[in-house]
């Protein structure tokens, strides 16, 4: 076994241990809505970047997927209405 062959200074040691630093994190507000944001990232309130739209938030993902649920709805209660229209006009035609 490799035994090292003198002890390793504390000057030696603490020059090893400089770089084992924990850095803090820089952190900057949003320019469009003013949340904590972590800099040289786009917005996820708000989707902004340096005062550019660049993302499509959950928020807006769900309106839109909202409203195309309600179009689909209207979609099927049309349909739905003129199937009976169409077989309420079949039975008056077969009776005359
Ligand atoms: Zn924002």
């Known amino acids: 076994m490799a ?3 003198r002890k390793q200074s504390k000057a030696r040691k603490g020059w090893r241990q400089t770089h084992q630093v924990e850095h803090v994190k820089s952190i900057t507000s949003c320019l469009n809505c003013q949340s904590p944001l972590n ?11 340096k005062g550019v739209k660049v993302l499509t938030t959950k928020a807006e993902r ?29 039975t008056t035609s077969e009776k005359n």
């Open 3 to 5: 035994v090292p062959k």
């Open 39 to 49: 800099t040289h990232q786009a917005c996820k309130a708000c989707g902004f970047y």
């Open 62 to 90: 769900a309106v839109k997927r909202g409203q195309a649920q309600q179009v689909k709805e209207a979609r099927n209660a049309a349909a739905r209405e003129n199937q009976t229209l169409e077989a309420s006009a079949e």
